[in-house]
């Protein structure tokens, strides 16, 4: 692994000078459309298909991810699967096999030549029973070898130099992808805000969504991970999501799990009520005791209204015509409530936050 790593990156700076006098619009377009189909295959196939089981996929779909995931040189689906709900499993601890509390460039790259694969059978049970997954972990090495070389060779004839398929259409999409995919680790457990759980490492980057089509929405992820979307709002770069969505129109995916947006608030206030709370055990001035009224006030309330809401949500499905007009009426105003409700919260907690210096607000 070291010695691969380290070979492909001298080369990315020995040849540079052949691919500079080498290159070509199409040498650029060769690199591009295999480094997006290479993080693509991680993004939608590898982390929220067999990593978290997200959405269930049809074969021709998983083919799909399993061929193209080799251009990504990511271990095979199974072993990448085990170890990464290792690391949601044990976050932040010994047995995180990229700890960022182990520092910064452990967690990017030198995890990769540190860490004792200890391998857990139980972990990826499921994915042992799924024998697509099986057959490209015990071939691997076929499919790294054949899908390359099928590129390399439809490289050549696309750009006419055999320097520039191999140098922009495996050197330099090899190394996006996986300081890309490795920046995950390491940057959005570092640089971010904190947006939905304020008690993880894990931040939300929205530069590393753009390189890595939706997977810098890190804090959500970890918050959430059974969701198979990462950016949740509509303005959100999450190009996997987006594909996931459109698959399943088409009937190559289904199943797909996200949270409504009820149960999402009602998860982050649970958890920032948590959070604050737990800091303000020892504070004992009167600030901190109306903080603690206001949070107690505010989160039961919310609590109460939503559970109103969810249930005059399931009566309106069985009460006849002339009663849904005065519960639509009231579901409107519940849903106002907690609107409001929500505001407040919003409000509280980033105040709290920057008063208690906790980590970054909503």
């Not at 650029?28 to 298909?49: A, E």
């Not at 947006?261 to 998860?267: C, D, E, F």
Request: aromatic content about 14%; overall charge positive; proline content about 1%.
């Amino acid at each position: 692994m070291f010695a691969f790593v380290l070979g492909y990156h001298a080369l990315l700076l020995a040849l540079l000078p052949a691919c500079i006098a080498n290159f070509s619009w199409a040498a650029f377009w060769l690199f591009l459309i295999t480094y997006i189909m290479g993080g693509m295959s991680i993004t939608v196939g590898y982390h929220r298909l067999y990593a978290h089981r997200s959405y269930s996929a049809n074969p021709l779909f998983e083919w799909i991810v399993l061929f193209s995931s080799a251009l990504s040189f990511e271990m095979s689906a199974l072993q990448w699967s085990h170890d990464h709900r290792l690391h949601h499993n044990h976050c932040d601890t010994e047995k995180d096999p990229y700890s960022i509390k182990k520092g910064f460039w452990y967690a990017h790259i030198l995890w990769l030549f540190d860490f004792e694969r200890k391998y857990d059978a139980s972990l990826v049970a499921d994915l042992e029973k799924n024998p697509r997954v099986m057959l490209q972990h015990k071939h691997y090495g076929l499919f790294l070898l054949g899908v390359n070389l099928a590129v390399f060779l439809l490289g050549w004839w696309i750009t006419g130099s055999a320097i520039a398929s191999f140098y922009m259409g495996f050197l330099l999409r090899l190394a996006f992808i996986h300081h890309c995919t490795w920046f995950i680790n390491s940057l959005c457990h570092t640089v971010g805000a904190k947006t939905y759980a304020r008690e993880l490492s894990a931040v939300d980057n929205a530069v590393m969504a753009v390189l890595t089509f939706g997977e810098g929405y890190h804090n959500y992820h970890h918050a959430f991970a059974g969701d198979y979307r990462n950016g949740i709002r509509w303005y959100h770069f999450d190009p996997t999501k987006w594909t996931i969505w459109l698959a399943s129109k088409v009937g190559l995916v289904k199943n797909l799990r996200s949270l409504n947006i009820l149960t999402l608030r009602k998860s982050l206030i649970q958890k920032d009520r948590k959070l604050i709370l737990s800091h303000l055990t020892d504070e004992v001035d009167e600030a901190a005791k109306e903080l603690r009224i206001k949070i107690d006030v505010l989160s039961t309330h919310f609590d109460t209204k939503t559970q109103e809401l969810m249930n005059k949500l399931r009566e309106l499905k069985e009460v006849g015509q002339a009663q849904r007009a005065h519960l639509k009426a009231e579901i409107k105003e519940l849903q106002k409530s907690l609107k409001q409700s929500w505001s407040e919260w919003i409000e509280l907690t980033t105040a709290a936050a920057q008063r208690y210096d906790l980590a970054h607000a909503h």
